[in-house]
Each structure stands twice: as structure tokens, then as C-alpha cells.
């Protein structure tokens, strides 16, 4: 499967041959030198200065972390706003930048109009039909992989209750995926979660979930692990330990699917010392490490560019939430030296076929 995307990544993506074991290179050459994409989450309002140059310079993905979800793009039954949208596109086509729409179906930053309104099933899944072929034929060709659907599964392992679940039964992931590929046959389709890293309750509800995907003939191409994560979580004994999270990874390869580490990061509590630091370096590097020791692993993301702009900051309450690989000064941190140096040091004998 890697080799398929060397040749997409050569073909998309003009850059210098990424001399792997040179550990000046941006993050970029070193992964598609491994055959994988390194990205980050962008935000259409700040794609100017330190930001765009970091962005473009070391990342050959990007996903749109607001901007394609429904309240953004469908503000109103009759309009649709793809203003924010269309700027990330600009970029990452001026960047030669791999684009990650997310996400199509999430009970977050779903519209007030439909969560007030009282729809029956069938008026439901022709506002989700309209909705998604309005979305994903606008960016058909443009949008080379979406998350179809985020965060379907609550963490002991249940369909959640979204408003889609409510309105249309089970089968809305089915119908959200179809209604995708109709759109664009060739986007990679994506289910997207948090907490089923590893082996557990949640990850093998998600595995269920996809395994029956699969086995109905719904087009679905990947499952994102978004890999929100403390320092501290990473080693034997811990939460992502290597033997866990690379069966969970190799099952799903098993189906046929792809895996992204769709939203990586690192949190800490309070103001972060150098201690902190170089262990959130250490557990990025494992985590990178265990991407590339894993074939079906074709993706690695990290939820922003800058510990300026992390979601962190507001969601932890903590405005020294410095969970990203650049500082708030777009300088790079031990976690962005270990990134590279994983991407540079992992020999291509140890990659896999
Ligand atoms: O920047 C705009 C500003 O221009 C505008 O005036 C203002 C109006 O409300 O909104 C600002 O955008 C905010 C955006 O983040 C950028 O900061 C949105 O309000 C805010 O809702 C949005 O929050 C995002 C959140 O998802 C909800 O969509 C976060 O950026 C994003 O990091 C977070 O990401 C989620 C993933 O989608 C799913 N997994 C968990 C992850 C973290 O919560």
C-alpha cells in the first residue's frame, strides 16, 4: 500500500529525493521518503507569515480543523458557506499539500436549524444526501480524503447518540459513506475517533463497526486514530503501548484499510519544564516510530501547527498548553528534533513491504 502512495506523494507532491538519513530535511521529505504523509491541522484564518512558512515548509497534508464541518459549511437549510474552505484549498494547492476534509458527520458543530427542526427519517437522510453532495462535489479531485463520520462510537463501546443517530437509525454511517463515494468515487473515506488506540472496549467496537462496513460493500478506505494524547501515555505499561497499538493498527490493515493518525498531541498539566519536554519528545518519536513499523499506518497528523493556536489552550484551560511540535514563537521544540530524527533514523530495511 505504501508503494501505491509513494507514487501518489512523487506524483502530487514536486520536491527534492529525501536523502533519508539527512536530519536537516522538513518533516516532509523524510516521510515521503517512508512513503507516508506528515500533517498538520490548519486554520483558514491564519495562513499568513511564521504560519503558513512552518505549514508549507514541513507538512505535505494538511486537514481543515474547523472549516468543512456542517456549522461552518451549511449555516442555514437553503445556504451553504465554503468561503473558509476555499482559502485551505488554495493553499495546500499552492504548497502542493494533500488535503483532509474533516468531518462531514459529527454531533459537534451541528447546525442549530437541524438540531431544532423535527424531521422524519427519510427527510433526514435526503437533507444528509443534499448535504454531503453539495460538500464533497464542490472539492471532487480536490479533497483527497475525508472523514466521513467522527466519533460515532461512545468510549464503552455504543453507537452514540448524535442527532443523525436519532433522526435515521444505525444505518446513517452506511448511508454517510455511500452518499460520499457517490460524490467523489475517488476520495479515501475515513472513520475518525478518539480513546481506540489501543486494545480495548472502544477499539473493538470501531473494528466491529468497520469490519461490517467492509463486509457490506460500504466504501470505506481508512480509520483515523486521533491519538489526543498526555505526556507520559507512551511506553511499556502505559496507555499507547507499541504491542497494543500496533495490533489494533494491523487488524484494521487486515480489512483492507488504511490507518491515520489523525489528531496527534500532546498535553501536559500547567507550565511545561524542559523535563516535560523532552519526554513529550521521547513519546512523540515512539509514537512516530510505531507509524512507520506499521504497514497499513499511511498517515501522521498533528492537531495544529503552533502551541499558539491550540485547541488545548481554551479546551484545558490552560494557556500553557504546549502540546505541538512548534513553539508559541514557530520555534521548533525537542518534540519536532525527535519527529525528525525518527523519520530520519528509521531505516528503509525495517520498512514495510
Ligand atoms: O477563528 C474563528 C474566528 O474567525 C471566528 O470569528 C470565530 C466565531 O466563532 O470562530 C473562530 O473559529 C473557531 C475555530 O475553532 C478556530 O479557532 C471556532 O469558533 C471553534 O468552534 C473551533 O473549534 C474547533 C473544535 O474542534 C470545534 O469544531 C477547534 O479549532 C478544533 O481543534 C476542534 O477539533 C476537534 C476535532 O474536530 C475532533 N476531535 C477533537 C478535536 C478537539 O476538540
Given amino acids: ?9 512523487c506524483m502530487t507532491v514536486v520536491t527534492g529525493t529525501a536523502a533519508v538519513s539527512s536530519q536537516d530535511q522538513p518533516l516532509r521529505e523524510l516521510a515521503e521518503a517512508h512513503g507516508i504523509y506528515i500533517g498538520a491541522a490548519a486554520q483558514s484564518d491564519l495562513l499568513e507569515g511564521d504560519y503558513a512558512g512552518v505549514l508549507s515548509r514541513e507538512f505535505n497534508l494538511l486537514t481543515t480543523e474547523w472549516e468543512t464541518k456542517m456549522c461552518v459549511t451549511h449555516p442555514t437549510p437553503s445556504t451553504y458557506d465554503f468561503e473558509r474552505t476555499d482559502k485551505l484549498l488554495a493553499f495546500a494547492d499552492e504548497h502542493q499539500m494533500i ?28 437533507i444528509m444526501r443534499e448535504y454531503i453532495h ?30 443523525w443517530y436519532r433522526m435515521i437509525g444505525e444505518d446513517y454511517i452506511d448511508l454517510a459513506f455511500r452518499f460520499t463515494h457517490e460524490a467523489d468515487p475517488d476520495a479515501l473515506l475515513f472513520y475518525n475517533d478518539y ?60 480489512l483492507g484499510l488504511q490507518v491515520h493518525l489523525t489528531e496527534l498531541d500532546f498535553k501536559h498539566p500547567g507550565k511545561a519544564d524542559e523535563s516535560v519536554f523532552e519526554r513529550q519528545a521521547r513519546d512523540y518519536r515512539e509514537v512516530v516510530e510505531i507509524c512507520l513499523a506499521a504497514e497499513p499506518c499511511t498517515a501522521i497528523i498533528v492537531w495544529g501547527v503552533t502551541d499558539l493556536y491550540s485547541w488545548r489552550k481554551s479546551f484545558d484551560n490552560n494557556p500553557d498548553a504546549a502540546p505541538l511540535l512548534f513553539d508559541e514563537n514557530y520555534q521548533p521544540k525537542p518534540a519536532y528534533t525527535a519527529v525528525q530524527q525518527a523519520l530520519a533514523e528509521f531505516t528503509p530495511e525495517d520498512d514495510p513491504a
Fill in 99 to 126: 488535503v483532509r476534509g474533516h468531518t462531514l458527520l459529527w454531533h459537534e458543530c451541528f447546525p442549530d436549524w437541524l438540531a431544532s427542526g423535527d424531521y422524519t427519517r427519510e427527510e433526514a437522510i435526503d
Fill in 195 to 254: 480513546g481506540a488506540e489501543v486494545l480495548n472496549r472502544k477499539s473493538d467496537a470501531v473494528y466491529e463497526l468497520v469490519s461490517e462496513l467492509v463486509e457490506n460493500d460500504v466504501p470505506i478506505h481508512g480509520v483515523g486514530l486521533q491519538m489526543h494524547l498526555q505526556v507520559g501515555d507512551v511506553g511499556d505499561g502505559r496507555y499507547i503501548n507499541r504491542e497494543a497499538v500496533t495490533e489494533n493498527i494491523n487488524r484494521l490493515g487486515d
Fill in 1 to 9: 500500500m505504501r508503494n501505491l502512495l509513494i507514487l501518489l506523494v
Fill in 134 to 163: 453539495t460538500v464533497v462535489e464542490r472539492y471532487k479531485g480536490r479533497i483527497a480524503i475525508w472523514d466521513v463520520v467522527n466519533e460515532g462510537i461512545t468510549d464503552n463501546g455504543l453507537f452514540r447518540s448524535t442527532p
